[in-house]
T-cell receptor
Framework: GENVEQHPSTLSVQEGDSAVIKCTYS??????FPWYKQELGKRPQLIIDIRSNVGEKKDQRIAVTLNKTAKHFSLHITETQPEDSAVYFC?????????????FGKGTHLIIQP | DARVTQTPRHKVTEMGQEVTMRCQPI?????VFWYRQTMMQGLELLAYFRNRAPLDDSGMPKDRFSAEMPDATLATLKIQPSEPRDSAVYFC??????????????FGPGTRLLVL
């Protein structure tokens, strides 16, 4: 089955700086890679996703890159703000076009220092 | 704003008791997932259903856990008998399969279970 490794487990950055979280996956068949943000005591919420036919995707201050050859993908957050503080999870799955069971990384606790 | 709902939100029970968690997926979604979140293991897929049929329950301990979808608007996860190691947050999520790519899963608020 799929295995997803996520690094770092904790990341502390100054407000306004950039943050990068990296994930690797094991199953070359995986073709869908979402990122979820989870605030303390809340549900995970999708912030961005990417499919394997795309190398990069951007949504305002958030971007995701995918390297299929190396089997790794990364989340980039620019101009970090206090509200970006949360735990971020990457995930991977082979999807036939619909929702399928995700394999998650262990999460990264992002701390934005004022 | 359609959302996945779960009940109960919190449950404290004693070891050996039966626990039933319920989930109402977003109307029109035909795929329902159960995930468990713990500090040690993170988010793990337990089981999921498509059009009410179980697709994969390989992540679920079969001897004490069972998952069902009595109808399209209700999914249940049952633990009998419960053990302290079952203490976790149990999330339900729903998604769709259609003619266009629709991989997004929407999570419910979770049931926080504590087994004493």
């Amino acid at each position: 089955g799929e295995n997803v490794e996520q690094h770092p487990s904790t990341l502390s950055v100054q407000e306004g700086d950039s943050a990068v979280i990296k994930c690797t996956y094991s199953d070359s068949a995986s073709n869908y890679f979402p990122w979820y943000k989870q605030e303390l005591g809340k549900r995970p919420q999708l912030i961005i996703d990417i499919r394997s036919n795309v190398g990069e995707k951007k949504d305002q201050r958030i971007a995701v890159t995918l390297n299929k050859t190396a089997k790794h993908f990364s989340l980039h957050i620019t101009e970090t703000q206090p509200e970006d503080s949360a735990v971020y999870f990457c995930a991977a799955v082979y999807s036939g076009g619909g929702a399928d069971g995700l394999t998650f990384g262990k999460g990264t606790h992002l701390i934005i220092q004022p | 704003d359609a959302r996945v709902t779960q009940t109960p939100r919190h449950k404290v029970t004693e070891m050996g008791q039966e626990v039933t968690m319920r989930c109402q997926p977003i109307l029109g979604h035909n795929t329902v997932f159960w995930y468990r979140q713990t500090m040690m293991q993170g988010l793990e897929l337990l089981a999921y259903f498509r059009n009410r049929a179980p697709l994969d329950d390989s992540g679920m301990p079969k001897d004490r856990f069972s998952a069902e979808m009595p109808d399209a608007t209700l999914a249940t996860l049952k633990i009998q008998p419960s053990e302290p190691r079952d203490s976790a947050v149990y999330f339900c999520a729903s998604g769709a399969v259609g003619v266009t790519f629709q991989e997004t899963q929407y999570f419910g608020p979770g049931t926080r279970l504590l087994v004493l």
